[in-house]
Nanobody, 127 residues
Framework: VQLQASGGGLVQAGGSLRLSCAASGRTFSSYAMGWFRQAPGKEREFVATITWSGGSTYYADSVKGRFTISRDNAKNTVYLQMNSLKPEDTAVYYC?????????????????????WGQGTQVTVSS
């Protein structure tokens, strides 16, 4: 599985961005998908995850109510809509795929639970 993230950029505080992550392969719909981020000098942290069917989502407290994860299995793509952005949201954002959760409503939230990673896209929020 190859993941290609895009949509990052520079935005002012309070603005919005939409990240996309396109996946290769025919088994995309069986993966739980997640977004993580890593700021300079910090560990990679969980942002959001969505189940294989798209029916359930889970968010980190720091983004709850501002970010929305969604997926289109027909397009092999997962999205992260980011609204009300804050300077502390500045980071490289990574999408990831977790194998083995098809048919479940488990939310993988650690980096160790994900099997495939995209290359990352930079999000910079200016104050």
């Amino acid at each position: 599985v190859q993941l290609q993230a895009s949509g990052g950029g520079l935005v002012q505080a309070g603005g919005s961005l939409r990240l996309s992550c396109a996946a290769s392969g025919r088994t995309f719909s069986s993966y739980a998908m997640g977004w993580f981020r890593q700021a300079p000098g910090k560990e990679r942290e969980f942002v959001a995850t969505i189940t294989w069917s798209g029916g359930s989502t889970y968010y980190a407290d720091s983004v709850k109510g501002r970010f929305t994860i969604s997926r289109d299995n027909a397009k092999n793509t997962v999205y992260l809509q980011m609204n009300s952005l804050k300077p502390e949201d500045t980071a490289v954002y990574y999408c990831a795929a977790a194998v083995g959760y098809s048919g479940t409503y488990y939310y993988p939230k650690t980096i160790y639970e994900y099997d495939y990673w995209g290359q990352g896209t930079q999000v910079t929020v200016s104050s």
